[in-house]
């Protein structure tokens, strides 16, 4: 062995010796692994429905200036949006503070003490006025002014894991503000239209209501001249209080849906001042392939996804405590006792200091430490396991919804031609002079009672594909 082997050798053996007088690590858990969904959904689906995914502006599409102030209004002026924000805040100042201890830090100091000395203590010489010693006890003004600065040199990486830990937990309160914005949007589209269904349906009743009172004139005129008895109206008397109180339980789920909108909105009701509108047909589209695509696209599970980053630099910041920490200072002062010598030369003082801590014995606080950091990102990729396996029953749910719903509709429609039908023969037959105006009346309820279940059925198609397109992520996107 030469000489340089010999040096190499004796500089290692202290590092070494360090190492083995680490407190030991104990690995008693198994880290749970990601799972990812499956790239077809597993669900029968009408081949209309697998074409694209959402914009991040889905609502734009139905070209509805009420509907998309609403929408502006709850991104802008929502507490729910606001508490989002001000989370990635929090979350960005802590992962500064952290990062702001790897570095080095200088600091200036600068203080002045008047102090007495004791006769009978160390500095005991000092409390005697005795200027040829350079002594003019007992009290001095004690003055001290200069830099002090120090390093952690983070060896084994531990302040630089927390800091991506940090970074983490910022990007998944970004996902989580995406998040957030939405269920915002969809749930303020999904009231809209069932604001603006019901307001149809209502339409629709006042018409049947109009129907009703027809029949029931005409019935009160037939009784009036002796040709029917007065029993015969006491039906349609009964259908037209029912009708009423429809109208009134639509009035009553109007004001409800206007309180919600308003919420969610931070407004007050009396501004929405919203108006009737046709209810669109919507055309929900679902991609055939889903997979790491929906993992993108879906800002729940990207904030559950960079959870589970963050747990794992945590666990190699636990990992790092292990080792020794080595910590560099340095200080250069003027100090005297007197302050007209403070600006002296000879007043001068300096020094450097490095300092090492090694953890030999803890009654198990570090493998605590370590065992928590494991259970908490075991725990992270379980949400998120649970996260992935929900989004695609989410999808597959809705989906289906959705298709059935639009089945329902085709057949609804049937129904509703064929009931205008009934009533065009009647009109036909009251121009004959065939029969009377009522029975025109009798013949178009039915028809418009198929007009308002079209509607009922309509908005239900509708809110299912609001909701197919928050399941397929709203228009996020993180690549």
């Not at 001290?144 to 952690?152: C, K, Q, S």
């Not at 309160?173 to 969809?186: I, N, P």
């Not at 029949?215 to 015969?232: F, M």
């Not at 080792?323 to 000879?346: K, T």
Request: aromatic share 6%.
């Amino acid at each position: 062995m030469n000489r340089y082997s010999l040096l190499a050798l004796s500089a290692c053996f202290p590092l070494s010796l360090l190492l083995t007088g680490c407190a030991p690590m104990h690995n008693s858990r198994q880290a749970l692994t990601q799972q990812a969904p499956a790239s077809h959904v597993a669900a029968p689906l009408p081949a209309a429905l697998k074409d694209g995914w959402p914009d991040s502006q889905w609502w734009l599409t139905w070209h509805d200036a009420q509907l998309n102030k609403l929408i502006d209004s709850a991104l802008k002026n929502s507490p729910d949006m606001q508490v989002a924000a001000q989370r990635i805040q929090l979350a960005e100042a802590q992962a500064k503070a952290v990062e702001a201890q790897d570095g080095p830090q200088v600091d200036f100091s600068a203080d002045a003490e008047r102090q007495k000395m004791s006769a009978e203590g160390l500095m005991g010489p000092f409390a005697i006025t005795d200027p040829a010693a350079g002594t003019t006890g007992p009290w001095y003004t004690n003055g001290t002014f200069g830099l002090t600065a120090g390093w952690d040199l983070d060896l084994w990486g531990k302040n630089r894991a927390e800091v991506t830990a940090r970074i983490g937990v910022a990007r998944a309160k970004e996902a989580e503000l995406e998040q957030t914005r939405q269920l915002l949007a969809s749930g303020v589209a999904r009231l809209y239209w069932e604001w603006q269904t019901q307001a149809a349906l209502r339409n629709v009743l006042t018409q049947v209501e109009q129907q009703q009172q027809n029949i029931i004139a005409t019935d009160r005129q037939l009784y009036q001249h002796g040709i029917t008895s007065s029993v015969e109206g006491v039906e349609t008397d009964i259908d037209s209080s029912k009708t009423q109180q429809q109208l009134n339980d639509v009035a009553g789920k109007m004001k409800v849906i206007e309180a919600r909108l308003s919420a969610l909105t931070n407004t007050q009701s009396a501004s929405l001042a919203l108006r009737a509108v046709a209810l669109p047909k919507v055309e929900s589209k679902l991609p055939a392939q889903l997979g790491y695509s929906l993992l993108a696209r879906r800002a729940d599970l990207q904030a559950a996804h960079w959870y589970i980053e963050s747990s794992l630099s945590s666990v190699e910041a636990a990992k790092a405590a292990f080792y020794p920490d080595v910590n560099l200072m340095a200080f250069l002062q003027q100090d005297a006792l007197h302050l007209s010598d403070l600006f002296r030369s000879s007043a001068q003082q300096m020094g450097v200091t490095a300092g090492l801590t090694l953890p030999i014995f803890d009654s198990g606080r570090l493998n605590a430490s370590l065992d928590i950091a494991k259970a908490q990102s075991n725990l992270s990729v379980a949400n998120y396991n649970k996260a992935v396996v929900d989004a695609v029953n989410d999808v597959a749910r809705t989906a289906s919804e959705v298709a059935t719903l639009s089945q329902k509709n085709e057949h609804q429609q049937q129904i509703e031609r064929d009931a205008e039908r009934v009533v065009g023969l009647a009109q036909a037959r009251f121009n004959a002079g065939i029969i009377a105006g009522s029975r025109v009346s009798q013949a178009k309820i039915p028809a418009l009672r198929e007009q308002g279940n079209g509607l009922i059925l309509q908005g239900q198609w509708l809110d299912a594909s609001i909701q197919l397109i928050s399941a397929l992520g709203g228009g996020y996107h993180q690549a």
